[in-house]
């Protein structure tokens, strides 16, 4: 339960809330100024919700049950962004800008208007919750936040901002559902989870599995950190538990959402505005287990008694221990207890007695209480059963004989005083080995055995008794033979060497003079890199098995190499060519060197040719030897080179080669050798010539010459002369007419007219009877209606062409001044009511008014009706020579008396409530109810705007009333009710509850009648497998084993006087789990199995931690992962309509393993590498994800050293690797020595025993 805030903490949440930018005076953590009296709710353990749909209803949510129950009569239209002041126990919300306070009781008080900054005034969808003391109002689709002091209704805003959250995009706040936890703020909608950090006022948003789309109107929390939210659009509740919120602000993984209820609340809401609980409402899900009153009694040699305390919280709750030796309790066996489950809100003991137990045995356990929402797993116990002391006994074993390597195995003797059978281990298994009772020597050195006796149930186990012996080596020669009778090679030459041991091991090759030669141990293979003596030294160490051998060795002489040249021909050249490459190889392979025989004609420059002049060039090509070569012959290449051509490319100023006087254009002259070309304008008074930027221009219309010349130079001969010649023509002009196209006869306008030659422009006037120009000026006056036309020229000169003639038209028009017309008439009236019509024009003007249609009349300036009718007028004015015609104006007068009506009504005491009849709902609008006469059979009266009606008790039959109203005019009309009073039927609730398959469970039925009958319930089941029992109004309802999800049961209840309801009992069956399930290890995974469940159509759904991978219908899967230890791995059985049975948690069986890893050695090395390390990093992290904390190390070597040795480098490569994993992840080892056993690869080949000088590393159950 969550704790209330005191004084003091008050005061600190203040000071913490005001750090973080939200202004709280500590007024507001207090209850409220002036409060009214009231009865408080006093923190309960229930959810509340305001309904839009109901006039702002107050209604309590039972989640055990999933139903809506209303509280109170109170309603304040358009409540919304409710909550629950923890400081005086009240719950407050706003409607219509106004703040108000509702009580225990659903009273509403209060109504004062909220002052301040205030977003979230009217109807809307506005979410409400407290924080800090105040009311937070959040507006739908709205940033702008409100802070609401309850105790003075003074509001402050504040802004809502979008964030990044790490796991899904930044998001807007568009929910409107509100409820806070701690400095958290959650709302829904549709499937969007939105997230405030209420300190950082930052929202997130996060995308649900599981929650229907639709507006979800209200959002409540229970004191486990649970939120709920009630979704408008189907009445349905979804539950996100605490540790999904948590998720969706902490984790990558999709949070998930449940349904609760099994469906729609009942009854069904169709507007939840918001939600409200107080912060310590109890789960009515997520059961509790209370470890101080978890215990093991009663402790013998084999059995125990284990008790453990748990509370449902509102539901069925399954009871269990888990039982095992492992301190971490992993693959623990599940121990059902007594009794197997509990319901209520009440803690209860439960036991389990253990039998079979270990004596001397350290045991683990906790209490495990768990529901369809979830298991809560206990702190984990220990208890250790008690064990009776064994008899003592001694060994005898015999003296061993000393051996030597190759002998025969030796026979093993001893026994022991008890009888027992003695068990035989070497402690020396890198010298000898016990195999089937004898002792087996591996290397030379003193072999150790062991005798051992463990004892039995009555024999405590014996002393270790040890003998000892000596194992002695064979010696053994090295033969060496090769490369050539005179053992001598030429430099680059190579040659086979041959060295073997008598013994057979492999023979050590060191090569003395790296630098003279090189050589290939695995081929004999040597071949000479310098002209010196090659020595070569052989060894054998020796093994287990054999000494080493006398040492020996090989001197090979190295001798001269000769070399030659090969020289490619060179192709010919032409000045300015790109250099030519050379090339030349000797056969050495050492580098050629060039040189030019010809300098004056070509040079040579890194490795290419280099044309300077014409001629021939000849190029030699060198090879001077070195230490290991002699001198190569020189070999000569010639070829010609000859001078370029160029020629000169003139272009522009355009395709015609014509320009206008006045205008300029562009040429461009370059030479293909790219020297500077020479200019020269032979006719300067025709052009303007600039050979810097090639610009032309055209200054007489005549033709313009010019002319084009390029030398050459030592690289290119003189280019042949071009020349261009460019024509000379007249420039075009255009005249610009600027002027009106309309005017009103009398007006005067000013026309413009210009040439862009800048020449002057002739104007002609030829309408002078319709306007009056002025070419000086540009003046033209208007002087009649029609067309005044203009007409504008400009001849051109010797420079410019003549312009194109333009003219100005300009439309004259009478002159008509606007007027409009005003109408007065009311638009309803009664029958024989006449209408009075004001009419006028903003002329002056008389107005005539006209009936369009209608049964009506107007006459003097009023209307009349011969009976029910809708009359439409228009008035007009048809306009003068002064003013122009106004638009017609309409107005419609409906004229109608009120309707008769007929009602039919329960004959029912309602105690003094009477039923209101809106009879003017088939009336016109605008009609008020001013008296109400008649019922001979009952009491009317007017109440709230409507007849108020109460039959006489126990009457049933017919009734007359008549009612007065008024249109507000001073007129009256009169209607008549003809009133049915009937049989009122009864009246059943839907009901909803929940259980396990195989179960009964018992359930009350909720039915009134307002005439008092008696009533009679009877029960029909839907679903097979589902039997039903009435007893009065209560109904039993047994589910099969096979059962599961949706099981309906019919209800129909009737009152002996005709009337009958019905209603659905709403079950909710859960599948029974399975009896076992176990995982094993793959060599890729982990296989998950179970027992088949009883339930019809089972589907299965395999849980990791929590998260469902894998959702089947067959009795097993497996996970494409290797499932360690750590990771609980846990079936439930998934039945019909989203059904499922409590977790059965998967035990570890088999002895199955996986590979992660194998460590590869240099022969001889036992030493961790840096990229070995840097690999056993990576493995210490995937060993830990996969959920281990132990590896297993199999150690294996190649062939080559005694199986003594190879044994000791593979437990020394081993303990190292086991090191490191300790030290890297605290990760330990169980390790298996095999050296030279199990190789993977051919040991006769090097490839084959780097494959098997290798560590492996494995995982295993």
């Known amino acids: 339960m969550r704790p209330r805030l005191t004084a003091p903490l008050r005061l600190i949440l203040a000071v913490v809330l005001a750090a973080v930018g939200l202004q709280v005076p500590l007024a507001a953590l207090s209850a409220p100024a002036g409060a009214a009296t009231g009865t408080p709710f006093a923190c309960p353990q229930r959810f509340f919700q305001v309904s839009g749909s109901s006039n702002g209803g107050f209604y309590e949510y039972n989640a055990g049950t999933n139903a809506m129950s209303r509280v109170g009569s109170g309603a304040a239209s358009g409540m919304n962004a409710i909550g629950y002041n923890t400081a005086d126990d009240y719950i407050y919300g706003v409607a219509s800008s106004k703040l108000y306070r509702i009580d225990a009781t659903g009273t509403y008080t209060g109504g004062t208007a909220i002052t301040g900054s205030f977003n979230g005034a009217g109807t809307g969808a506005v979410a409400g919750d407290f924080y800090g003391g105040k009311l937070i ?36 706040w568009y929910a409107a559902d509100l409820t806070v936890q701690g400095d958290v703020a959650y709302g829904l909608n549709d499937q969007t989870l939105y997230i405030v950090k209420m300190d950082t006022r930052q929202v997130s948003t996060r995308i649900l599995s599981g929650p229907t789309n639709g507006n979800y109107g209200a959002a409540y929390s229970d004191s486990s950190g649970n939120a709920f939210f009630y979704n408008n659009s189907d009445g349905q509740v979804f539950l996100v538990t605490a540790a999904e919120l948590a998720k969706a602000t902490g984790s990558s993984a999709q949070p998930t959402a449940v349904l609760v209820g099994g469906g729609p609340t009942t009854p069904k809401l169709a507007a939840s505005n918001d939600g409200a609980t107080c912060p310590d409402a109890v789960s009515p899900y997520v059961p509790e287990v209370d470890d101080s009153k978890s215990a093991a009694t009663n402790i013998g040699d084999t059995t125990a008694t284990l008790t453990g305390n748990a509370t449902a919280n509102n539901s069925t709750a399954t009871l269990s221990f888990c039982v095992g030796t492992d301190p971490a309790l992993d693959g623990c066996t599940t121990v059902a207890a007594t009794p197997g489950s509990i319901t209520g809100t009440s803690p209860t003991d439960f036991t389990a007695g253990l039998t079979d137990l270990d004596p001397g045995t350290t045991y683990y356990y906790r209490p495990v209480a768990e529901n369809a929402v979830g298991t809560n797993e206990g702190e984990i116990k220990s208890f250790t059963t008690t064990d009776s002391a064994p008899e003592s006994q001694t060994i005898t074993f015999d003296a061993l004989d000393g051996m030597t390597m190759g002998d025969a195995d030796q026979a093993l003797s001893a026994s022991a005083s008890s009888g027992l059978a003695v068990a035989f281990t070497s402690l020396t298994p890198s010298v000898c080995t016990v195999v089937a009772g004898k002792v087996h020597a591996v290397a030379a050195g003193t072999c150790e055995v062991a005798a051992d006796q463990a004892g039995d149930a009555d024999h405590a186990a014996a002393d270790r008794v040890t003998r000892s012996f000596a194992i002695d080596k064979k010696s053994q020669t090295i033969s060496v033979s090769g490369p ?37 141990r695995d081929t004999g293979s040597v071949t000479m890199l310098a002209v010196e003596d090659c020595v070569i030294t052989f060894a054998q160490a020796g093994d287990g098995t054999y000494a080493a051998a006398p040492g020996t060795s090989l001197t090979i002489a190295g001798v001269k190499a000769a070399q030659s040249i ?92 014509e320009l206008a006087f ?257 009879v003017l709902a088939n009336d016109p609008a605008g009609l008020t109810l001013t008296a109400v006469t008649g019922a001979a059979h009952g009491t009317a009266g007017l109440s709230a705007g409507k007849v108020s009606y109460l039959p006489a008790e126990g009457y049933r039959g017919a009734d007359t009333l008549t009612y007065t109203v008024t249109d507000g005019s001073g007129d009256t009309a009169t209607a008549v009710v003809r009133v049915t009073v009937r049989n009122a039927a009864p009246t059943v609730s839907d009901v909803r509850t929940r259980q396990l398959a195989g179960s009964t469970v018992q359930v009350e039925v909720s039915a009134t009648d307002p005439n008092g009958d008696d009533l009679v319930l009877a029960a029909r089941s839907r679903t097979e497998g589902v039997r039903v029992k009435v007893e009065g109004m209560t109904v039993r309802v047994t589910a099969a084993p096979r059962v599961s999800g949706k099981a309906d049961v019919e209800l129909t209840v009737t009152d002996g006087a005709g009337g009958t309801a019905t209603a659905t009992l709403r079950d909710r069956v859960r599948p029974q789990p399975v009896r076992s399930a176990t995982r094993s290890l793959t060599s890729d995974g982990t296989t998950v199995a179970w027992s088949k469940a009883r339930t019809d159509d089972a589907g299965y759904r395999v849980r990791v931690d929590g998260e469902a991978i894998c959702t089947t219908a067959r009795l097993s899967c497996t996970v494409d992962r290797v499932l360690g230890p750590d990771f609980k791995v846990t079936v439930e059985v998934l039945g019909k309509n989203l059904t499922r049975s409590a977790n059965v948690r998967a035990a570890t069986v088999g002895t199955g393993e996986v590979l992660i890893a194998t460590v590869y050695f240099e022969p001889d090395e036992d030493t961790l590498t840096r990229a070995q390390r840097r690999a056993l990093n990576r493995v210490v992290r995937k060993i830990q994800r996969i959920g281990f904390h132990t590896a297993h190390l199999a150690g294996y070597t190649d062939s080559d050293g005694s199986i003594a040795y190879n044994l000791d480098l593979s437990r020394r490569r081993s303990n190292n690797i086991a090191a490191y994993l300790d030290a890297r992840g605290g990760i330990d080892s169980e390790q298996s020595w095999f050296g030279l056993d199990d190789p993977v690869a051919d040991n006769a080949t090097a490839q084959g025993k780097a494959a098997n000088r290798r560590v492996e590393i494995l995982v295993r159950y």
């Open 566 to 657: 090969t020289f490619d021909a060179l192709d010919g050249m032409t000045m300015g060519d790109a250099d030519q490459s050379l090339s030349a190889t000797a056969s050495s392979g050492l580098t050629v060197a060039f040189s030019s025989l010809a300098p004056s004609v070509c040079t040579v420059v890194d490795g290419q040719v280099h044309v300077l002049a014409a001629g021939t060039c000849v190029i030699a090509a060198d090879q001077a030897g070195d230490a290991d070569h002699a001198a190569a012959e020189r070999v000569t290449r010639s070829f010609a080179a000859d001078l370029r051509e160029q020629t000169i490319t003139v272009s522009g100023p355009n395709a015609d080669r």
């Open 137 to 172: 109002t959040a507006p739908l689709g709205n940033g702008l936040w409100s802070s609401v002091d309850v105790a003075t209704a003074a509001s402050t805003t504040f802004s809502v901002t979008a964030a990044a959250n790490g796991f899904a995009p930044a998001g807007d």
């Open 484 to 520: 050539n009778g005179d053992r001598e090679l030429a430099f680059g030459a190579s040659g086979t060497v041959t060295a073997s041991a008598s013994s057979g091991l492999d023979v050590a090759w060191t090569n003395t003079t790296p630098d003279v030669c090189d050589v290939d």
């Open 662 to 918: 006045g205008a300029s254009g562009t040429v461009t002259a370059t030479a293909s050798s790219g020297l500077d070309v020479a200019w020269t304008n032979t006719t300067p008074d025709v052009c303007d010539v600039d050979p810097d930027t090639g610009s032309v221009t055209i200054v007489a219309v005549e033709d313009c010459v010019i002319t084009f010349a390029q030398a050459g130079d030592g690289t290119y001969a003189a280019a042949p002369g071009t020349s261009l010649t460019i024509v000379g023509v007249k420039a075009d002009q255009a005249i610009d007419v600027d002027g009106p196209s309309t005017a009103l006869a009398g007006d005067g306008v000013t026309v413009t007219a210009t040439a862009d030659s800048g020449l002057d422009v002739a104007w002609t006037n030829t309408t002078p009877d319709v306007c009056d120009v002025d070419p000086d000026t540009g003046s033209v006056t208007m002087l009649a209606a029609g067309s005044c036309v203009i007409e504008f020229a400009q001849a051109g000169d010797e420079d410019y062409a003549a312009a194109p003639g333009e003219s100005l038209t300009i439309v004259v028009s009478k002159a008509d001044r606007p007027q409009t017309i005003d109408v007065t008439v009311r638009d309803r009236a009664f029958t024989d009511a006449v209408v009075d019509v004001d009419a006028s024009a903003s002329s002056g003007l008389p107005v005539a008014v006209t009936v369009v249609s209608g049964d009506c009349a107007v006459a003097d300036g009023q209307a009349t009706a011969t009976g029910a009718t809708t009359c439409v007028l228009e008035a007009t004015q048809a306009g003068d020579d002064l003013w122009a015609a106004a638009d017609p104006v309409r107005r419609t007068v409906v004229f109608a008396d009120p309707a008769d009506d007929r009602v039919t009504v329960d004959g029912a005491s309602f105690d003094g409530d009477r039923p209101l009849l809106d």
